[in-house]
C-alpha cells in the first residue's frame, strides 16, 4: 500500500514563495501531480510529472511554479512563487504506480492521494 505525506504548506503573504513536499512509501511510483481545492469546488491540476521528469502545469499556475522529483527518494515538489490570494486551497499529491508517456492525466488514473496540506495566501 502506498502512502503519501504532503508538508510544507503555511501562511505566506501575497507575492511570496512556498515549497510543498510530497513523500511517497511503500512502491516505486510512476505519474505523480499535484492538484489543490476548496470545499465545494472541483479538484483542479497544479502540475504534473512522468517518472522521467515531463511536466505539465495548468493555466493558471504556468510561470510561477517548477514540479520536480527526486526518484530514488519517491519524492516530488512543487516550487511556488509570486503566490496570489486566488492560491488559497488545500494541496494534494497524486501518484500513480503506472507510468504513462504523457504528464497530463485524468485524476482517475491515480491511485493513490495525500491528505492534503493547507496554503494560505494572505494580503
Known amino acids: 500500500q502506498v502512502q503519501l505525506v504532503e508538508s510544507g504548506g503555511g501562511l505566506v503573504q501575497a507575492g511570496g514563495s512556498l515549497r510543498l513536499s510530497c513523500i511517497g512509501s511503500?512502491?516505486?511510483?510512476?505519474?505523480m501531480a499535484w492538484y489543490r481545492q476548496v470545499p465545494g469546488k472541483q479538484r483542479e491540476l497544479v502540475a504534473a510529472i512522468t517518472s522521467g521528469g515531463l511536466t505539465d502545469y495548468s493555466d493558471s499556475m504556468k510561470g510561477r511554479c517548477t514540479i520536480s522529483r527526486d526518484n530514488a527518494k519517491n519524492t516530488i515538489y512543487l516550487q511556488m512563487n509570486n503566490l496570489k490570494l486566488d492560491d488559497t486551497d488545500v494541496y494534494y499529491c497524486?501518484?500513480?504506480?503506472?507510468?504513462?508517456?504523457?504528464?497530463?492525466?485524468?485524476?482517475?488514473?491515480?491511485?493513490?492521494w495525500g491528505q492534503g496540506t493547507q496554503v494560505t495566501v494572505s494580503s
Open positions: 497524486a501518484a500513480s504506480r503506472r507510468r504513462f508517456t504523457s504528464a497530463r492525466l485524468q485524476p482517475s488514473n491515480y491511485e493513490y
Open positions: 511503500g512502491s516505486s511510483l510512476g505519474n
